[in-house]
């Protein structure tokens, strides 16, 4: 019931660079950790990046050096900056953010609806 709206995505040439957006909202709750979740075409769904409140950030090795995750956290918001993109950048993106309850205390992870990114030449 936490919305993620992401915006971002779209159609680049390799080499080139995208930066996806998100940003939730919600009564009650807490945002821990954000990040970014890809799928491509005849593969499993990977973690791409993550970010803590504290400043901890993770990258897959394959994004290493290129992709830069970085939060808001005054507007919820967590981004990616997506540099020297490579053809097998090419996935939908999700976004995802654990979100607390400030009443019960429970974690629950909320996803993104996707965005589509494609690097061709």
């Known amino acids: 019931q936490i919305p993620l709206v992401e915006s971002g995505g779209g159609l680049v040439q390799p080499g080139g660079s995208l930066k996806l957006s998100c940003t939730t909202s919600?009564?009650?709750?807490?945002?821990?950790?954000m990040g970014w979740h890809r799928q491509a075409p005849g593969k499993q769904r990977e973690m791409v990046a993550i970010a803590t409140p504290a400043g901890y950030k993770n990258y897959v090795d394959s994004v290493k050096g290129r992709f830069t995750i970085s939060r808001d956290n005054a507007k919820n918001t967590v981004y990616l900056q997506m540099n020297s993109l490579k053809l097998e950048d090419t996935a939908v993106y999700y976004c995802?953010?654990?979100?607390?309850?400030?009443?019960?205390?429970?974690?629950?992870?909320?996803w993104g609806q996707g965005t589509l990114v494609t690097v061709s030449s």
């Open positions: 995802r953010a654990d979100v607390r309850s400030v009443v019960g205390g429970d974690v629950t992870t909320a």
């Open positions: 919600g009564s009650n709750v807490m945002i821990e950790a």
